[in-house]
């Protein structure tokens, strides 16, 4: 019996997604018949030491990832399982993505105290979200509306709703729901009126490129549709060489035999927000298609004064 040890940062929503893995590769094991155990290790990475800072002034990508990679290139662990959104778009050499489990819900959630949804909160009301990616479309829709940054695991941002006099704050529903905290969900906001980070609400899981038998066993938990939708969103960050700093959205569905990926880029203030969606059975091509559309209609001189 093999005990393949699973890093995990330290925050609530890590571990919860980890134990979550966890218990899907156990019963994948039991219906193979593979002897695999599996234990956590818990990692304190950069991210969760300066998450009080503002995130988006220490920079780097990956800031969550990088301690944990280490380790697992040391062989002090053995794989790891991260928010999509969170991972860089280069693993390190000797790393790979072994495994794209189903999505759960790619979209952002609306938390109040007492608005029923986002048309229903008063103009001049305080919401909280610290991405430029939220602040661009909820703007857009409403420019009433004062936004103002919230840092934190979920676990403190939903306390601070309460305790810095915010009305309401967005968070993503995927990690809610993970958390079992669907009941603290006051409306979800749609796809259509707030693209999602790229990889919302997936998760993907990183082992050693060596590791055949783990490999074959992530292989069998990959799921094929998510793995595809994820790689188009990913492939137009990556041509627009945006991080989860930048006012990027994106969102791939199936629809018939063919993906159909919606991306978006916006104006910090919202002013200017540029969309296009395409279709196409390549991931790869359609993440640049419709990255090259966006390019076209002047994407670059948005992101190049964001970047400042
Ligand atoms: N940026 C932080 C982060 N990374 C992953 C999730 C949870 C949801 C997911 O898996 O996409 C969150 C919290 C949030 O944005 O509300």
């Known amino acids: 019996m093999r005990t393949i040890v699973v890093g995990s940062r330290q925050s609530a929503l890590a571990l919860t997604q980890t134990g979550h893995v966890i218990e899907d590769l156990n019963a994948l094991c039991a219906e193979h018949g593979l002897d695999l155990k599996f234990v956590v290790k818990k990692i304190l990475t950069k991210g969760d030491r300066i998450l009080d800072v503002t995130l988006s002034k220490v920079g780097g990508k990956g800031l969550f990832v990088k301690e944990i990679e280490q380790a697992m290139l040391a062989g002090e662990i053995d794989m790891a399982v991260h928010s999509m959104k969170d991972m860089p778009s280069e693993l390190p050499e000797g790393l790979v993505n072994g495994a794209v489990p189903r999505r759960e819900d790619p979209r952002d959630c609306l938390i109040t105290l007492g608005a029923k949804s986002l048309e229903d909160l008063p103009s001049g009301a305080k919401v909280g979200t610290s991405s430029l990616r939220r602040a661009s479309q909820i703007k857009s829709m409403r420019p009433d509306l004062q936004l103002e940054p919230v840092r934190g695991n979920i676990d403190s941002r939903l306390r601070k709703l309460e305790t810095e006099g915010f009305d309401a704050i967005i968070l993503a529903a995927a990690g809610l729901h993970r958390m ?129």
């Open 180 to 308: 079992g905290w669907k009941d603290r969900i006051t409306s979800y906001i749609p796809v259509e009126a707030c693209l999602p980070a790229v990889g919302q609400g997936a998760l993907g899981i990183e082992c050693r490129a060596s590791d055949e038998e783990l490999l074959a066993l992530l292989n069998l938990y990959s799921d094929r549709d998510t793995s595809a939708t994820v790689a188009a969103e990913r492939t137009f960050l990556g041509v627009l060489n945006g991080g989860c700093q930048v006012p990027i959205g994106a969102h791939a569905v199936w629809a018939g035999q063919e993906i159909s990926l919606t991306g978006m880029v916006g104006s910090p203030d919202g002013e200017v927000i540029l969309k296009e969606t395409l279709q196409g059975k390549d991931p790869q091509k359609l993440g640049e298609a419709v990255a090259a559309s966006l390019i076209a209609k002047g994407a670059e001189q948005i992101l190049a004064q964001v970047r400042g």
